[in-house]
């Protein structure tokens, strides 16, 4: 269990190596993180809040389950539909290669045939033009955003409210996979902090169980690198706070073939044999990893919602 001194001598070090950091946010990061130990003194099952030692596919213990199944009822209420989900963030998000090879029945489950009940669920949801959760382009995960986009009023068809609302307003989804960050590091890091907190605190209001992921390596720069890392920490600490799941992505990737990037240095690697395959040789890219996760992950919650 980290002490108070323990937080206190990680924040100084990290005062002293990042001097662009603002002093709110600073002690936001202080605050964040002695919530975080009082959470895990209170609930022996929170995870934690370290990308190195948080689990990929999130606990899902009675704090959490608490949180959930109350964001849940509400959005019952609220008429948000248990057979689907909402899909946030930038291209690692908007690209193809993540789900939709599901929604279009292109795939290959291999040995993990426990997936097939979530798929189906999802996928005999139709939505607008056919569509389902997998396979439908979403208005709030846009190539090239950062998370202020999704909050920017006149970037979707609905011309009044965020795109984070209209995406709500427009399919009801009971959950949301949310993971922005990888076009803010090295640009807008104190900005991201602040708008991540206010896409949650939108799906928490409106009854949308957010599944929270944090974000791959970002080597491009030195400043990008050391971001990520501080996102990664913010994302686990900010699931911790809101007692909702987070998905570890960036913990999955380590031990792939480059971290699971493709030549790009940016984007996930895809199998040569699609996205969606989950046999073992493709399960040594990311954006296979990445849509196998998420869908051990939304199982896993509906089975306990269920």
Same mark, same amino acid.
């Given at each position: ?5 323990? !937080? ?21 990061? %202080? ?5 975080? *130990?009082? =959470? +895990? ?15 990929? !596919?999130?606990? #899902?213990?009675?704090? &959490? ?21 909402? +899909?946030?963030?930038?291209? %690692? ?22 997936? #097939? ?19 439908? &382009? ?19 068809? *609905?011309?009044?409210?965020?795109? &984070?609302? *209209? ?34 605190? !939108? #799906? ?6 957010? !599944? ?8 491009? =720069?030195? +400043? ?31 031990? #792939? ?42 199982? +896993? ?6």
């Amino acid at each position: 269990m980290a002490t108070f001194s323990d !937080i206190k001598e990680m924040y100084i070090f990290r005062e002293r190596s990042l001097k662009g950091l603002s002093l709110v946010m600073i002690t936001l990061a %202080i605050v964040s993180a002695m919530v975080a *130990c009082e =959470t +895990k003194k209170t609930d022996p099952h929170a995870q934690s809040a370290d990308p190195k030692l948080a689990p990929v !596919i999130p606990d #899902l213990g009675p704090a &959490v389950m608490r949180s959930v199944k109350e964001i849940y009822r509400r959005g019952a209420a609220n008429g948000m539909r248990p057979d689907v989900f909402a +899909k946030m963030g930038d291209s %690692i998000t908007a690209y193809p290669p993540f789900l939709f090879p599901i929604g279009d029945g292109r795939y290959e489950v291999g040995r993990h045939w426990r997936l #097939l009940p979530v798929i189906d669920k999802f996928t005999l949801r139709k939505l607008e033009k056919g569509k389902n959760s997998f396979n439908r &382009v979403s208005y709030a995960g846009v190539r090239a955003w950062g998370a202020e986009h999704a909050l920017q009023v006149g970037l979707s068809p *609905c011309p009044d409210i965020t795109p &984070v609302e *209209c995406e709500i307003k427009t399919i009801k989804p009971a959950f949301a996979i949310v993971m922005f960050g990888t076009n803010n590091v090295d640009r807008n890091y104190d900005q991201f902090v602040v708008d991540m907190e206010k896409i949650i605190q !939108i #799906l928490i209001r409106e009854g949308v169980v957010p !599944i929270i992921s944090t974000i791959p390596d970002a080597p491009w =720069t030195k +400043k990008a690198a050391e971001e990520a890392h501080m996102a990664n920490r913010f994302i686990l600490e900010m699931a911790q706070r809101y007692r909702v799941p987070a998905l570890n992505y960036w913990r999955a990737l380590q031990d #792939l073939p480059d971290k699971g990037i493709s030549h790009d240095g940016v984007h996930p690697s895809v199998a040569p044999e699609g996205s969606g395959v989950f046999t073992p040789e493709a399960l040594r890219y990311g954006h296979n990893v990445r849509s196998f996760t998420f869908l051990q992950t939304l199982g +896993k919650l509906t089975a306990a919602l269920d």
